[in-house]
């Protein structure tokens, strides 16, 4: 429509029509961020990073509510901190969507004419056991600790009212649970990709993900929503992570902080991965605090509180990268702690060999759910990014597995 006829018609309109053409979400939303039709079960709303996937969940919760179709909701996230921080108090969470209040004591959100929602973390599967849902919006389903099991928790729990639905809003992972989910007949989906919600997104962020994942398998992934099956050039396979995926930690007779070092603080990643052993041989990653964007003072805090927060043992780090350095400022940040440069002499791939040999064998463990790592590792086969995250990984279960050869040709820099 040429300019001119849209001003002559936005001035033939009611400034009433006006305003609702600018605020209400089924004049903004892309068709994909609205309800299929149809008499389904649950919705599977599959989208990259910042495609509009919480906006979604959000406005469809806002929604019910004004219709008072939805009143006992499930709000359900990887993490408390995530469900909080991303879909009640997030820029497009559901306080932005909706006139409510959060209780945040309560892990409960209540709207003025009744309707109540149950804020949930799926990091435990039980903590769903008890409650009973009209609707539930389950956010990045592929994060969850233990998917499937806190999901069959959720379909138990959708009980009330004439129609309960559920929707299902991630970035895809080749996980079984999700593949499991998408095979169900009375699951629709929708998908969006990063670039089509460019118009919500600041350039840089669009600029950093084409700048680091452009072109790449875990761009694919990450930016328009694919779900991509474990790499064949790939050390590890999804399966062995999965395999051994155990709820609980065991007493530990050692535990390590690892760190990869950024070459620079523009938006480059640093590795910072701590892992355990236990006096069965059997080894337990525990955290992935791996951070990006920081100053070196900033990442080496991080790997302090990492350090102190699991009572770790030493701290091992990369050379490659600013030597003496990185252990300056690891022991500004960490005075007493043992720390221990290692520098490499083979490429990632082959360093990594070892330690990719010993989750084959069933040896190492993930206390729940570390997504980013695991993308790396499934991922990664020589080419492309540095895969950080999983760089630590090596280190940390070279040092922990030292008979194991976990690193040929490493150099200890002490």
Known sequence: MPRATRQTLVRELPARLIRRL???????????QLPPPGDWRTWLFLGGRGSGKTRAGAEWIADGVRRRKMRRIGVIGATWHDVRSVMIEGESGLLAATDATFEASN?????????????????????????????????EFCKWAYPQESLDMIVMALRLGKDPRMLVTTTPRAIKALKDLMAMPDVVRTHSTTKENAANLAPTFLAGLELRYGGTRLGRQEMEAELIEDNDAALWKRDWIEAARVRVAPSFNRVVVAVDPPVSVAGDECGIVAA??????????????????????GWAARVAETFAAYHADAIVAEANQGGDMVKQVLIDALPNAPVRLVHAVRDKRTRAVPAAALYEQGRIHHIGAFADLEDQMVSYDGSGQSPDRMDALVWALADLFPLTRANPRVRRVE
């Open 276 to 297: 355990g052993r236990d006096d069965d041989g059997q080894g337990y990653v525990i955290a992935d605090r791996s951070v990006a964007g920081l100053t070196a003072a």
């Open 107 to 139: 892990h409960r959100i209540k709207w003025a004419n009744g309707a109540i929602a149950d804020v949930v973390s799926a990091e435990e599967p039980d903590a769903v056991r008890g409650h009973q849902f009209d609707c539930v919006w389950a956010d």
């Open 22 to 32: 600018r605020t209400d979400w089924i004049y903004q939303a892309r068709p994909e």
